[in-house]
């Protein structure tokens, strides 16, 4: 889905995509100059506006006709495997990812896992890399940025909140919900990967964390 949501982007927001080969699944992007990613950037407040500014200038309605997966299909894996011990935590993932899914407006393509890490500095200003290509709910695409770099105080993840939402026009209660529905996945998907386990704890950590502010 990376080389057809580039495609979508055509550069706005995004590195250019040169050239491409589906059936290979080989492609030519811009090369980005310096290149530095938003991790870099000392200051959170300025990450958080430069990362919102980003995700609101990739938004765009979906192509009428596509193969990106839908965000009821992006989130399975918390049905499918959620993570041992943690009944009451997915139960209410569930729940809220199903609220959220059913109140939201109009969808729109979104990267999918545009984080501080997915956001390089070149002579265009910041550009995006590696979108997932999903389709739903604008709202979702603020929560993978919340979380990156990763394992940061309660306050970071509000104010991040408070920003988002400004910057975004969208409810600042709706990215904290996505938010602690993101965590929630992320470990899922670590099981669903077989990925180590320590990456799925580190998740649900941070979901606890969430789940006060839901």
Request: contains cysteine; charged residues 25%.
């Amino acid at each position: 889905m990376e080389i057809a949501a580039l495609g979508c982007y055509r550069g706005h927001g995004s590195a250019r995509l040169l050239e491409a080969d589906m059936d290979a699944c080989v492609f030519l992007l811009e090369r980005l100059r310096p290149g530095d990613t938003l991790a870099n950037l000392k200051s959170d407040e300025q990450a958080t506006d430069i990362g919102g500014e980003t995700i609101k200038r990739l938004w765009r309605p979906a192509p009428n006709r596509h193969e990106f997966p839908s965000l009821e299909r992006w989130t399975q894996a918390l049905r499918k495997n959620p993570p041992l011990g943690e009944s009451a935590l997915v139960e209410k993932a569930v729940r809220i990812c199903d609220e959220l899914l059913r109140s939201a407006g109009e969808p729109v393509l979104l990267h999918g896992d545009l984080h501080h890490f997915n956001i390089l500095s070149s002579e265009r200003g910041w550009l995006a890399i590696d979108p997932k290509g999903v389709v739903g709910d604008p709202a979702y695409d603020a929560a993978p940025f919340m979380f990156n770099p990763c394992a940061q105080p309660r306050e970071v993840y509000e104010r991040r909140a408070t920003a988002l939402a400004r910057i975004l026009d969208v409810p600042r209660e709706r990215i904290l919900r996505w938010s602690f529905v993101h965590r929630v996945l992320s470990a899922s998907w670590d099981i669903e990967d077989n990925a180590a386990i320590p990456g799925a704890a580190e998740s649900i950590a941070t979901a606890k964390v969430f789940d006060d502010l839901v």
